[in-house]
């Protein structure tokens, strides 16, 4: 059937039962999987512990690093590979509760300390006992104090040189990539470096602590916002359409296209972080904006076709808009997907929720917000006539 022709009559609300069993079968598995299987996994913005990036300088697996941290007595810490193969790791410490949250974060950073420690090699810890700095981990200041003692004019410029490199490159690996043309050094630095630094086998890319309290508070106030976002929508949608049914049945179809979502995310063993929850909240805010649509075009058809059925109105309304529906849902769609795919770590989780979301949204407008609508009207409507 062409989509774009006008005359379109597909009995939608037929599927009602069907839509509602799909959406309670992903339900239900994804509060399994929360409850009994690998559950929601809480990134360092809702949990507690120090989230570490590094770079290796020599090639490493999981497995490895793992053993390394095993010596220090955190094999356990959940480690993953991002970034470069082989060379790049994220790693989560989470150490056992203080009573006082100074105490708490001061903990975790001496669990940092301990990560880089343990992934240190032999050669950096006999360089630093010789009073040497790590050129891999210094700091811009130190590096500009340090280059001012020989090369008074020139320290500042020549410390963002190598910082920046290091920066984009990750971590120098050998004393010739300072003589490349990106750096240029000249000779009599590089031999200055030489003689008060080393290149140490690791880079901290970002070190992140946060607290069991400041994760209590993010979960609380991203719950909230959830919650505050839906109620607002109901109070909203209820005045507008001058019917409790419609905010009801927008909020059950959010509610529960929040609900499908984070079941499905909870298969994909990715961490809820801060951006996953503003992906939820622009989910929410791209549903709801195709249903109000339908339900406009459902208060319309009702003044007109008054003497026809709700469910046949209903899916005329869907019908008249599916056209900017499938168009508003495929151009979106292949947006998020571009930056899926193309958009970096950054904002991987991000879109791939949006992917979901656009799926979902799309589906709960079409198949469940009217259904709900329905339900309303035959039972708790006929129910009052009744009385």
């Not at 981990?137 to 020139?154: G, H, K, Q, V, Y």
């Not at 309290?213 to 979960?219: E, F, N, S």
């Not at 008054?306 to 046949?312: A, G, V």
């Not at 989780?349 to 339900?375: H, K, N, Q, R, W």
Request: proline fraction near 2%; include cysteine.
């Amino acid at each position: 059937m062409d989509i774009f022709k006008k005359n379109i009559n597909i009995p939608f609300l037929n599927y009602k039962y069907f839509a509602l069993a799909l959406s309670f079968l992903i339900i239900l598995a994804g509060i399994l999987n929360i409850s009994f299987g690998r559950g929601l996994k809480l990134g360092v913005d809702f949990g507690e512990g120090t989230l570490i990036r590094v770079i290796l300088r020599d090639d490493s697996s999981v497995s490895q690093v793992r053993k390394l941290l095993s010596d220090v007595g955190l094999g356990n810490s959940p480690i993953q590979e991002t970034g470069r193969k082989g060379h790049e790791f994220q790693i989560r410490t989470i150490e056992t509760r203080s009573t006082a949250q100074e105490q708490e974060i001061e903990s975790h950073q001496i669990m940092a300390d301990k990560v880089v420690q343990a992934l240190k090699s032999e050669e950096d810890k006999r360089w630093l006992a010789q009073g040497l700095l790590d050129l891999n981990n210094i700091d811009r200041n130190s590096l500009t104090n340090l280059l001012r003692a020989a090369f008074p004019d020139e320290a500042e410029s020549l410390a963002n040189k190598i910082f920046e490199y290091r920066t984009l490159n990750g971590i120098i690996s050998s004393w010739d990539e300072l003589k490349t043309e990106e750096l240029n050094l000249p000779e009599e630095v590089i031999t200055y470096l030489k003689s008060k630094t080393f290149l140490g086998s690791l880079t901290v890319l970002s070190r992140e602590t946060v607290g069991p309290q400041v994760g209590k508070d993010l979960r609380k106030k991203a719950t909230q916002a959830i919650i505050w976002s839906l109620i607002g929508m109901l109070v909203y949608i209820a005045f507008r359409f001058k019917g409790a049914e419609f905010g009801v049945a927008a909020i059950f179809t959010l509610f529960q296209d929040v609900l499908i979502v984070l079941s499905i995310y909870s298969f994909t063993n990715r961490e809820i972080n801060l951006p996953t929850i503003a992906a939820l909240l622009t989910v929410v805010g791209y549903s709801i904006n195709d249903t109000i649509i339908i339900f406009d075009r459902i208060r319309e058809l009702r003044r007109i076709l008054r003497k026809e059925s709700l469910e046949n109105i209903m899916n005329a309304s869907i019908n008249i808009n599916l056209n900017r529906t499938v168009l508003t849902a495929g151009t979106t769609f292949f947006a998020v997907l571009a930056l899926f795919l193309f958009g970096g770590k950054v904002i991987n989780d991000f879109a791939f929720i949006m992917l979901i979301g656009v799926i979902e949204g799309t589906y709960s407008t079409v198949f469940l917000s009217c259904p709900v609508v329905l339900f309303w009207n035959q039972y708790f409507k006929k129910k009052k006539l009744k009385k």
